[in-house]
């Protein structure tokens, strides 16, 4: 039985494309053409299954380097005109594997890779600072103003804090005899008992001067005054 053979020209016809667009698909499939007796290049029909294929995929995505060639098998001698077939049954089915590996689901994959070694490093880099500030002797940066942060807050709230408290905040084992004394730009002020706690009040050393100059100043213009009006008595 003659075996049905189709030729370059009923390919441009089908696909209603030129011989060279024809040609460069067949070498895309990675086939060759058969040759008639004539000379005349032709195409069985695996290849024509193939061509089909193709044709269908180009015209779903508009391009045809993402498509994936179907692998050809041979079947039994039960077929009407004896040619080999394909592993698939339909177009439908070779279009969904290859619509899976398009360039479109090729790039997100790429994008999807890169966010994801983006997000690594940066949890890398985020376990790596915190193995460094679990150093004995190194302090993390929200706590490297502790101590003025609540002495501060002593001060804007009118905290009386007890010794224990104080040497706490200030990390020593004891505190300086006197009824005061100065540490971080704080003057801490002692204020009185709780039962046995001794209180300390918390104020900021500046402050302490411009009230000081500030008691001054008034203290001059009173004598000042008072000295301008012994004088115009007299005379």
């Known amino acids: 039985m003659d075996v049905k053979l189709t030729s370059v020209k009923e390919l441009t ?17 990675g086939l060759e053409f058969i ?15 193939q061509l089909d294929s193709l044709d269908s995929h180009i015209k779903r995505h508009g391009e045809m380097k993402s498509y994936v060639p179907i ?14 077939d394909l592993a698939v049954s339909s177009n439908d089915e070779i279009d969904s594997v290859n619509g899976s590996v398009n360039n479109g689901d090729r790039v997100d994959l790429i994008n999807e890779v890169a966010n994801l070694r983006s997000l690594l490093e940066g949890l890398i880099g985020v376990i790596a600072m915190n193995a460094q500030e679990g150093l004995p002797g190194r302090k993390r940066p929200s706590d490297v103003l502790s101590i003025q942060d609540s002495l501060y807050k002593a001060v804007e709230r009118s905290y009386l804090l007890s010794g224990e408290q104080v040497k706490q905040i200030l990390q020593r084992r004891s505190l300086p005899s006197g009824d005061s004394f100065a540490a971080y730009g704080f003057c801490l002020i002692k204020k009185g008992w709780s039962g046995k706690q001794r209180l300390w009040k918390v104020e900021k050393i500046n402050e302490n001067l411009d009230s000081r100059k500030t008691t001054s100043a008034t203290t001059t213009t009173y004598q000042q005054s008072l000295q301008s009006k012994s004088m115009a008595t007299t005379t």
């Open 35 to 49: 040759r008639g007796k004539d000379g005349k290049s032709l195409v069985d029909k695996l290849i024509l299954h």
């Open 13 to 29: 016809e089908r696909y209603k494309v030129s011989r060279q667009i024809v040609y460069r698909r067949m070498k895309h499939l």
């Open 71 to 84: 692998s050809p098998v041979e079947v039994d001698s039960s077929n009407p005109d004896g040619t080999r």
